[in-house]
């Protein structure tokens, strides 16, 4: 599913709430930007994926890979693992919330994919996913979807 970045997330009621912002939705028909980002924003960004949102029984692949794996996508930083490709993270900063599907490490790491500057803000300085400001927001988020 392709949003174009910063373009309000499209499930009404989160939009509503929080004015959630979409993130990483990526499409090969759709150009994006490239760029290199800093190992710190990429363990930060990890530590979200570890810690999804919206886990889903199906998954989707990297249109961007010649050889997208048959299921999730693993990816590995330092010593641990998680698998790709069927579930959504939040970031939250400065009274805004931002979704993103969880391929987007991957795509920033394999493909380059250049996120916005206000989204890498958030990512690094934002509550990380074990804080308690973070984990409140879930807990108050998670009652939108029920």
């Known amino acids: 599913m392709y949003l ?6 499209p499930h009404d009621k989160e939009y509503q709430v929080w004015g959630t912002l ?10 994006y930007l490239q760029c290199q980002t800093s190992e710190d924003f990429k363990d930060r960004l ?12 199906g998954f989707h692949r ?3 890979c010649s050889s997208p794996p048959p299921f999730l996508t693993y990816v ?7 698998g790709l490709g069927s579930a959504q993270i939040r970031v939250i900063y400065q009274n805004r919330v ?9 795509y920033i ?3 380059r994919y250049c996120p916005p500057e206000e989204f890498v803000e958030a990512v690094l ?3 990380s996913p074990d804080s308690p400001e973070y984990k409140a927001f879930i807990e108050n988020w998670q009652k939108v979807y029920d």
């Open 4 to 9: 174009p970045d910063l373009s309000p997330y």
């Open 22 to 31: 979409s993130v990483g939705w990526l499409t090969k028909e759709v150009p």
């Open 46 to 57: 990890f530590e979200f994926c570890l810690k999804p949102v919206l886990r889903e029984r």
């Open 62 to 64: 990297c249109e961007f």
């Open 76 to 82: 590995k930083r330092g010593d641990r693992e998680v």
């Open 98 to 106: 931002y979704a993103a599907p969880d391929l987007i490490y991957h």
């Open 109 to 111: 790491t394999e493909h």
């Open 125 to 127: 300085k934002g509550p």
